[in-house]
């Protein structure tokens, strides 16, 4: 059975920056990070207990013990809000897919149409494109030869060298596409589809197994980008709008400040 509460917890007490200074005549740890007993002390709760939840024996801890978790680890905001959804797990996974079907498609191809001349396209739960104008879909060399099916974000950053070359902050936004592919299905760890995605990534980028195996969590929010174009390196400023209900978002790059 998928244990992805106690994975999320053992990767982020391995944190390096959370282990105590050394002592003197004492050298750094073997290990980086906390220990169990550390974390457990920290949140005020039982070693047993937490050893139970890393292991996969216990799954729903209280929100007093996810806010005291996140304390300890230090964890962000979007970060703490994926421990307490991983709770649910089997709950929310049992809900299935929506429908978004041709109706939500046409509303998005007609929300990026709306906005042109600026970049703008539209990403499901797993950065799968949806939508785009043209403009947004220039942005990724070569997405327009692909099948719609295949044009997924996440890949891209990852595998496709030309995408170091387009996007001058490249490892950052590869990053933060790794940790906002956690962070949207933080309810559904163990959807086939998903499962797929990851695993032929994993194969792929020995850079995207690490940043996956690390459980980096944070959902994609505005932000200043540079881009190599054919005019030149130009700055852009993308703005991410989230639609919930449709497990959607919405990226429109304009002009940079």
């Given at each position: 059975?998928?244990?992805?509460?106690?994975?999320?917890?053992?990767?982020?007490?391995?944190?390096?920056?959370?282990?105590?200074?050394?002592?003197?005549?004492?050298?750094?740890?073997?290990?980086?990070?906390?220990?169990?007993?550390?974390?457990?002390?920290?949140?005020?709760?039982?070693?047993?207990?937490?050893?139970?939840?890393?292991?996969?024996?216990?799954r729903h801890p209280s929100d007093a013990v996810v806010d005291a978790l996140a304390r300890v680890?230090?964890?962000?905001?979007?970060?703490?809000?994926?421990?307490?959804?991983?709770?649910?797990?089997?709950?929310?996974?049992?809900?299935?897919?929506?429908?978004?079907?041709?109706?939500?498609?046409?509303?998005?191809?007609?929300?990026?149409?709306?906005?042109?001349?600026?970049?703008?396209?539209?990403?499901?739960?797993?950065?799968?494109?949806?939508?785009?104008?043209?403009?947004?879909?220039?942005?990724?060399?070569?997405?327009?030869?692909?099948?719609?099916?295949?044009?997924?974000?996440?890949?891209?950053?990852?595998?496709?060298?030309?995408?170091?070359?387009?996007?001058?902050?490249?490892?950052?936004?590869?990053?933060?596409?790794?940790?906002?592919l956690r962070a949207a299905n933080a309810g559904r760890l163990d959807d086939p589809a998903l499962?797929?995605?990851?695993?032929?990534?994993?194969?792929?980028?020995?850079?995207?197994?690490?940043?996956?195996?690390?459980?980096?969590?944070?959902?994609?929010?505005?932000?200043?980008?540079?881009?190599?174009?054919?005019?030149?390196?130009?700055?852009r400023r993308y703005e991410v709008l989230h639609l919930p209900e449709e497990e959607l978002r919405?990226?429109?790059?304009?002009?940079?400040?």
């Amino acid at each position: 059975m998928s244990n992805e509460l106690g994975d999320f917890l053992r990767a982020r007490r391995a944190d390096a920056a959370l282990e105590p200074p050394a002592r003197d005549g004492v050298g750094r740890r073997r290990n980086p990070g906390l220990r169990r007993e550390e974390v457990a002390a920290a949140a005020g709760i039982s070693v047993d207990y937490y050893t139970r939840l890393e292991q996969g024996r216990e799954r729903h801890p209280s929100d007093a013990v996810v806010d005291a978790l996140a304390r300890v680890l230090r964890l962000t905001p979007d970060a703490r809000a994926h421990l307490a959804r991983l709770r649910g797990v089997s709950a929310a996974a049992a809900r299935g897919e929506r429908d978004d079907g041709s109706a939500v498609a046409e509303r998005m191809s007609a929300l990026v149409d709306a906005v042109r001349p600026n970049p703008a396209y539209v990403l499901d739960r797993l950065s799968n494109m949806v939508a785009a104008n043209t403009e947004g879909l220039a942005l990724y060399a070569g997405f327009g030869e692909l099948p719609p099916e295949q044009r997924n974000t996440c890949r891209y950053l990852m595998t496709d060298p030309r995408a170091p070359r387009i996007f001058v902050e490249w490892e950052e936004l590869a990053r933060g596409a790794v940790a906002q592919l956690r962070a949207a299905n933080a309810g559904r760890l163990d959807d086939p589809a998903l499962r797929a995605l990851i695993e032929e990534l994993r194969g792929e980028s020995p850079l995207f197994a690490e940043w996956w195996g690390g459980h980096l969590v944070e959902r994609r929010r505005a932000s200043i980008k540079h881009l190599r174009t054919a005019a030149g390196e130009v700055a852009r400023r993308y703005e991410v709008l989230h639609l919930p209900e449709e497990e959607l978002r919405m990226t429109i790059w304009l002009p940079g400040a």
